[in-house]
T-cell receptor, first 112, second 119 residues
């Protein structure tokens, strides 16, 4: 069974600090990796995707991928109260299967 | 950018009735659409992959006779929850993949979701 694991939190971070969110996945053949933000009662919205080892930066967000360790992370710099949400890690397993496998999400709270 | 429209956003139905949810790709053709279900405080679970012009592929444990999927055109997929029961109450979300334009978000666009409540 392909699994994506996240710490459910809540993760509480002071405003302006760096929030670090982590994710591990079980399927070593996974191809691409996504971070989504979801507000309560709403659909997920894409923050970033990454498919190569290393770091990928987009504004205040940095995604990090380590395929050898089967580990993906998301860093949020200069955290804002509006960043408070549930962050979902999702994996495309590849191999012809195209649907995403999601983790349960980490509830992030940015404290003003 | 790619837009996926999902309707209705909320529906309340009586136990035993059927409910249809529509998912439309508005500005691109989607040969593949995905249906997810999310229970409170849980993650999104892939229910099925909908392929235009062919039968849907269901994930293990999802009853294909209960969750009917039709993908008759390149822009429309429908999910019908048949003989709904209170345990089917959930947040249903569709997603479409735009294979012609994978640069921005790797082609996965989500609908706004449908909150189904069965009473």
């Amino acid at each position: 069974q392909k699994e994506v694991e996240q710490n459910s939190g809540p993760l509480s971070v002071p405003e302006g600090a760096i929030a670090s969110l982590n994710c591990t996945y079980s399927d070593r053949g996974s191809q691409s990796f996504f971070w989504y933000r979801q507000y309560s009662g709403k659909s997920p919205e894409l923050i970033m995707f990454i498919y190569s080892n290393g770091d990928k930066e987009d504004g205040r967000f940095t995604a990090q991928l380590n395929k050898a360790s089967q580990y993906v992370s998301l860093l949020i710099r200069d955290s804002q109260p509006s960043d408070s949400a549930t962050y979902l890690c999702a994996v495309n397993p590849g191999g012809g299967a195209d649907g995403l496998t999601f983790g349960k999400g980490t509830h992030l709270i940015i404290q003003p | 950018g790619a837009v996926v429209s999902q309707h209705p956003s909320r529906v309340i139905c009586k136990s035993g009735t059927s409910v249809k949810i529509e998912c439309r790709s508005l500005d691109f053709q989607a040969t593949t659409m995905f249906w997810y279900r999310q229970f409170p405080k849980q993650s999104l679970m892939l229910m099925a992959t909908s392929n235009e012009g062919s039968k849907a592929t269901y994930e293990q444990g999802v009853e294909k006779d209960k969750f009917l999927i039709n993908h008759a055109s390149l822009t429309l997929s429908t999910l019908t929850v048949t003989s709904a029961h209170p345990e089917d109450s959930s947040f249903y979300i569709c997603s479409a993949r735009n294979y012609a334009s994978t640069g921005t978000n790797y082609g996965y666009t989500f609908g706004s979701g449908t909150r189904l409540t069965v009473v």
